[in-house]
C-alpha cells in the first residue's frame, strides 16, 4: 500500500490545518494508521492513531484536546485535523499504516508503510 500525506502548510498560531493521509494500491481499511512528526534535531514522536474500524483512536499528551483524528475508509483517507496550533507543532508530519494491535500504536517501528511527510510550521 502507497500513502501519501497531504495539507501542510504555514500557520500563524492558533490557526488551523487538516492532513490528508490517502491509501493507493489497495485498500488500508484493514488497516491501523499513525500520524507521527519529527522536528529538526529530535526523535519522531507518535501523535494521534486510529484502529482500522475508527472505533479506537490514541491521541498523544501534547496534542489532546487540540488534534482529532479520523478515517474514511469509503475514500481511503485518514484525516488529522490540527486546531489551536502553536509553533511547537512546527515539524514534518508522516502517516503510517499497518495491521498492528492498539497496545502497538505509539511505536513507529511497529508501522510497516509510510507516507513521504508533509511540512507543517507553525509561526508566532
Known amino acids: 500500500v502507497q500513502l501519501q500525506a497531504s495539507g501542510g502548510g504555514l500557520v500563524q498560531a492558533g490557526g488551523s490545518l487538516r492532513l490528508s493521509c490517502a491509501a493507493s494500491?489497495?485498500?488500508?481499511?484493514?488497516?491501523?494508521v499513525g500520524w507521527f512528526r519529527q522536528a529538526p534535531g529530535k526523535e519522531r514522536e507518535f501523535v494521534a492513531a486510529i484502529s482500522w474500524d475508527g472505533d479506537r483512536t490514541l491521541t498523544a499528551d501534547s496534542v489532546k484536546g487540540r488534534f482529532t483524528i479520523s478515517r474514511d475508509n469509503a475514500k481511503n483517507t485518514v484525516y488529522l485535523q490540527m486546531n489551536s496550533l502553536k509553533p511547537e507543532d512546527t515539524a514534518v508530519y508522516y502517516c503510517a499504516a499497518d495491521d498492528i494491535h492498539s497496545e502497538t500504536y505509539y511505536y513507529f517501528y511497529k508501522y510497516e508503510y509510510w507516507g513521504q511527510g508533509t511540512q507543517v510550521t507553525v509561526s508566532s
Open positions: 494500491g489497495r485498500t488500508f481499511s484493514g488497516y491501523a
